[in-house]
C-alpha cells in the first residue's frame, strides 16, 4: 500500500522514459528515469526492474528526486520520495547505476519502471499536493550487452556458400550468429569430376 493517502486518479497525462544503454560484460552504465510533462509531482513510490542474474545494482543518483527511502530487492529497486511542495519541470528524476555481471549472454534486456506493488502500470506511483494520484505512461529502456568472442550463445541461421567447390578444390561457406552477428566459416569437399559418358 501507498505510504500517503491519495483521492481518485487525475487524468493529467506524463510520460516518464527509460534510458538505453549498450554495455559489455564488466561494465558499469547509468539508465536514467525522465519525466516529460509534469503535472507537478509532490510523492513518488516507484520500483525499477532489471534482470538480476545479468545486471548488479551499484548507484542511485539524484535528479529531480533526491532520494527518501532506497530499498533494493532481487531484481528490483524500490524508490520512495515526498516533498512538502509540487516539483514541476521536465528532465532526470533519478538515475540508476547498473553494473553487467561478467558472464552475461549477449541480448537487449529490459529496464522499466513500476508502481510500488510491481505492477505494469503507473497506478498509485505519483501524487500532487492535493492528495490526486497521477496517471502517466512509462516507456521502458533497454540495456543491450554486446559479443565479447565468449558470451554467447550463438544461434547460427543458413550457411551461405562464399566460394563454390570445384572439381579438385574445396569451397567456402559460411554463417552467422543471428543474436550477436559472429561468423564462421568452413571448407566444402570438392565436388569431383563429372565425365561426359561420350568419348
Request: with cysteine; proline share 4%.
Amino acid at each position: 500500500s501507498s505510504l500517503f493517502c491519495v483521492s481518485a486518479a487525475a487524468e493529467k497525462n506524463f510520460n516518464i522514459y527509460v534510458s538505453s544503454a549498450t554495455a559489455l560484460p564488466g561494465d558499469s552504465v547509468v539508465v536514467n528515469v525522465d519525466i516529460e510533462n509534469n503535472p507537478g509531482i509532490m510523492a513518488v513510490t516507484v520500483t525499477v526492474h532489471f534482470d538480476p542474474d545479468v545486471f548488479q545494482y551499484e548507484a542511485y543518483y539524484g535528479g529531480f528526486l533526491k532520494i527518501d527511502t532506497l530499498a533494493l530487492h532481487n531484481g528490483y529497486l524500490s524508490v520512495v520520495y515526498c516533498r512538502k511542495s509540487d516539483l514541476s519541470g521536465d528532465g532526470t528524476l533519478f538515475g540508476v547505476k547498473l553494473k553487467v555481471k561478467e558472464g552475461a549472454q549477449v541480448g537487449s534486456y529490459p529496464v522499466t519502471v513500476k508502481n510500488s506493488r510491481c505492477e505494469d502500470t503507473l497506478s498509485g506511483a505519483f501524487a500532487n499536493w492535493n492528495a490526486e494520484k497521477l496517471n502517466g505512461t512509462v516507456y521502458p529502456g533497454k540495456v543491450t550487452v554486446g559479443y565479447t568472442g565468449d558470451n554467447c550463445k550463438h544461434k547460427f541461421g543458413e550457411y551461405i556458400q562464399n566460394v563454390p567447390s570445384g572439381c579438385t578444390t574445396p569451397g567456402i561457406r559460411s554463417r552467422s550468429c543471428t543474436v550477436c552477428g559472429h561468423s564462421v566459416s568452413e571448407e566444402t569437399a570438392a565436388v569431383g569430376h563429372n565425365y561426359s559418358p561420350d568419348w
